[in-house]
């Protein structure tokens, strides 16, 4: 069928909505790092990132800014540097420091933690719940200007600052090696919180999660009494840090340290194979995608049955198409259906162009999607791509108004579809009275090598699992919170409620995603299973990271709404 006029802003809001939520945007926390096991100062690594001296705002010896930055209330900068993706949570700290290096970290927790003030680190700011932006925060650590990217010969692997976008790590990795990560699709997203928070993407089924890919980070910690320090911790199971690596392979922001450096290397690459070609050391980049769009009408023809079919079809293919080492793995879709409002239902599909029967595979999903449904599309749409160009296009996960915009997202993960049951259920609120536009459901393609690690080798828990739903609403008006809030927590609750209104895991779900964070689930209004928040993230791995958690913050500096508990002592 032919294109529509519409389609290009179509498939900029899909894309936009998907990469937004795909790319799991949670606030950046950042630290500093030393060789395996040791400590070290910082060393220069780009514009902003020489000899961590504090100096005062103003130029650098190059003319470039000098960090760190100090902006407090009243500063012109103020209010602009305050706000994060989500306006919902505006913040009041007594300071924004901006730091452009791993000592300036070092001394801001220092500062913090002497004057009694609570810190916390934001590296892109692109959080779902108020971790940056509590009213308890008196001092906020901006780390975008640590955003340099590049091979360390020293660690034989490459080193991402938690200041770079994910954008900045595409690119730079593709054009300086032809290599890449399977992070998020939204190029905005800082790497900081995203990476230790078990990230995810488009090349997730093909290459796993990005924790599969963490070789070593840099985290600046508070576990003494004399002052902050810097700690580098790998995954080699002989370093005696090992477990504040394994903490940070999933175990989310905010809850050790501040991580000032990451260090990746595929987990199935020897040591020093980076020494004569670094291209050695991380997966692959596709030259060119192979994307297939394809539209159908919200109208009086999508009813219940035909909407169910669909959604049955997208879920069963991945069921059946997802066992690791799948050439269907190497495929990539999500299926957004947006309130009936919007005007329309879409599936995004793509596919390294180079690989055989790329189109095929294309093919046969479609095939699978509508197969039960019988009402064709309104539109479809396949084109090639320049990979580079895809994952970082301007705009491409940023949904909604960006000046304004708040919003709401719940996730959960999916081991099988979804139920009709639940279809049923998300087809009634899809098509309620609700001025939806920018509401809905999004089902996004996972598994494949995800599913070959095992749940206790990271602290990402959740490894048989082929799909995450998440819900989202997205709005301007202040006024309209409420009404936004119900409506996104009566449709969570409902296709839940079988569960106690929350993806407890085992059957059908295995919980949620912490880079998805969502303070619902500590709440016993919303979640009535029985099963607490942290089982719905961590599963069986939570009493580790509580552990973890005692020996590298026992002061409980770095705390959230969700962050990891220290083990209650025994009376």
């Known amino acids: 069928m032919g294109r529509s006029t519409e389609e290009p802003l179509r498939r900029r809001q899909l894309l936009g909505r998907a990469g937004a939520v795909a790319a799991g945007r949670v606030a950046g926390v950042a630290g500093a790092a030393a060789g395996p096991g040791g400590e070290r100062p910082d060393d220069a690594n780009g514009p902003g990132h020489g000899p961590s001296s504090v100096c005062r705002p103003g130029a650098g010896p190059d003319g470039g800014v000098s960090w760190p930055v100090v902006v407090r209330p009243g500063d012109l900068r103020y209010d602009s540097l305050l706000r994060g993706d989500n306006f919902r949570f505006v913040g009041r700290p007594d300071e924004i420091r901006v730091v452009g290096s791993t000592e300036q970290v070092v001394r801001a927790v220092d ?118 320090r810097v700690v580098v911790a790998t995954r080699d199971p002989d370093d005696p840090h090992h ?83 799948s050439p269907a793995t190497a ?92 279809l049923a259920t998300a087809y009634r609120h899809l098509t309620d009275d609700t001025d939806g536009t920018e509401s809905g459901l999004l089902l996004v393609g996972y598994g494949g090598q995800v599913n070959t690690v095992a749940p206790h080798a990271t602290a990402v828990a959740q490894r048989d699992s082929v799909m995450k739903a998440i819900y989202y609403t997205v709005w301007t008006d202040p006024s309209d919170d409420a009404a936004r809030l119900a409506w996104i927590r009566d449709f969570y609750r409902e296709v839940y409620q079988d569960t106690g209104g929350v993806p407890v895991p085992g059957g059908i779900s295995d919980g949620s995603y912490i880079n998805y964070p969502d303070v619902d689930l500590a709440d016993p209004a919303w979640n009535t299973s029985g099963v607490p928040w942290h089982t719905l993230y961590y599963k069986d791995n939570y009493p580790r990271l509580q552990r973890i958690k005692a020996r590298w913050d026992p002061r409980d500096v770095f705390h959230h709404a969700l962050s990891i508990e220290p083990p209650r002592r025994r009376s």
């Open 111 to 228: 500062d913090a933690v002497r004057s009694g003030r609570r810190i916390a680190a934001r590296s892109g700011g692109h959080c779902f719940e108020n971790f940056t932006a509590a009213p308890e925060i008196r001092l906020l650590l901006d780390l975008s200007p640590l955003d340099a990217v590049g091979f360390d010969p020293a660690m034989d692997a490459f080193s991402v600052r938690p200041g770079a976008t994910l954008g900045q790590v595409y690119r730079t990795l593709f054009t300086g090696w032809g290599v890449t990560i399977p992070a998020g699709g939204c190029p905005e997203v800082g790497a900081g919180g995203h990476l230790c928070g078990g990230g995810y993407g488009p090349l997730s089924r093909r290459y796993g999660s990005v924790v599969d890919h963490l070789h070593a980070v840099e985290v600046v910690v508070a576990d003494r009494a004399d002052g902050a």
């Open 331 to 422: 495929l990539y879709a999500n299926f957004l259906a947006g309130h009936r409002s919007s005007g329309v239902l879409q599936m995004v599909a793509q596919i390294d162009a180079g690989l055989p029967d790329a189109g095929a595979l294309l093919d046969g999903l479609v095939s699978a999607v509508t197969a039960e449904a019988g009402v064709p599309p309104l539109a479809t749409l396949r084109r090639t791509m320049p990979w580079l160009h895809a994952m970082t296009w301007p705009g491409t996960g940023e949904a909604g108004n960006v000046v304004s915009r708040r919003y709401k997202d719940k996730a959960g993960y999916l081991r099988r579809r979804f139920t009709d049951t639940q």
């Open 243 to 325: 477990d504040l690596w394994w903490a940070h392979a999933g175990g989310g922001g905010g809850n050790f340290g501040v991580v000032t450096r990451y260090w990746l290397r595929s987990r199935d690459v020897p040591a020093g194979a980076g020494r004569h070609d670094p291209a050695r050391l991380l997966p692959p980049a596709p030259g060119e995608l192979l994307e297939t769009l394809v539209t159908w009408a919200w109208d009086a023809t999508m009813d219940e049955r035909t909407f169910t079919a669909l959604l049955r079809g997208f879920g069963t293919w991945h069921e059946r198409d997802s066992a690791p080492g």
